[in-house]
């Protein structure tokens, strides 16, 4: 039995760790990659061999982009006329919205910008197309902090790790997998328990 498949099965919520990848049908994988490269600094990574379809596979910032050629343009979405930032999108944050807009204006990138405000707290938002239609956001959204509504739902839990100390105790052989899953794991629980600390600081 899988280390995450061992957590307690009273949790209702999935064993997750991390976001791992977003997946994007494309019109053409060379030019879509050299998008992600070019535009967002991502590096093409090795991809399995075990595909028997056009494909590449890319990654940065923490997550990968996994493209995939079309068996038709008809699979692909149109271009859509206009920028919508209520459009389904994926998000990164950036250290300098002012340079991410001179980039853009260099690389002839249309965009459009948005501003949200909660409680004085300002975050600048960028929105533009990749070359498949799909809607990326640039902004700073780290200047809003991330404060739950409630304690008991708040979707910010510790991961109950417990297990993987006593089987780490218990059982020096485990496998590599494990392993990684237990430092994940243990990783996590460092990064709520700093970001939990954070909330208080910000609420006192």
């Not at 494309?26 to 056009?54: M, N």
């Not at 206009?82 to 950036?94: A, L, T």
């Not at 739902?153 to 105790?169: E, G, R, T």
Request: charged share 20%.
């Amino acid at each position: 039995m899988g280390v995450l498949q061992e957590e307690n099965v009273s949790n209702s919520a999935l064993p997750l760790l991390s976001l791992n990848h977003v997946s994007y049908i494309c019109k053409s994988v060379t030019e879509s990659a050299k998008f992600y490269q070019d535009v967002l600094g991502f590096v093409l990574i090795k991809r399995p061999s075990s595909f028997q379809f056009e494909g590449a596979w890319l990654f940065s910032y923490g997550i990968g982009i996994h493209l995939l050629q079309c068996n038709s343009i008809n699979d692909v979405q149109q271009m859509p006329a206009k920028i919508n930032p209520k459009d389904n999108h994926i998000s990164f944050q950036c250290t300098d919205v002012e340079l991410v807009k001179k980039r853009l204006g260099e690389m002839g990138m249309k965009y459009e910008t948005a501003l949200v405000e909660e409680g004085g707290v300002f975050v600048d938002q960028l929105f533009f197309h990749d070359p498949d239609g799909y809607m990326i956001e640039i902004c700073n959204c780290e200047n809003i902090p991330i404060l739950p509504l409630s304690a008991s739902a708040c979707p910010l839990k510790k991961p109950q790790i417990q297990s993987y100390v006593n089987d780490k105790k218990s059982n020096p052989q485990r496998s590599m997998a494990t392993t990684k899953a237990l430092n994940a794991a243990e990783m996590e629980t460092r990064m709520v328990e700093s970001l939990f600390a954070s909330m208080i600081d910000i609420a006192l």
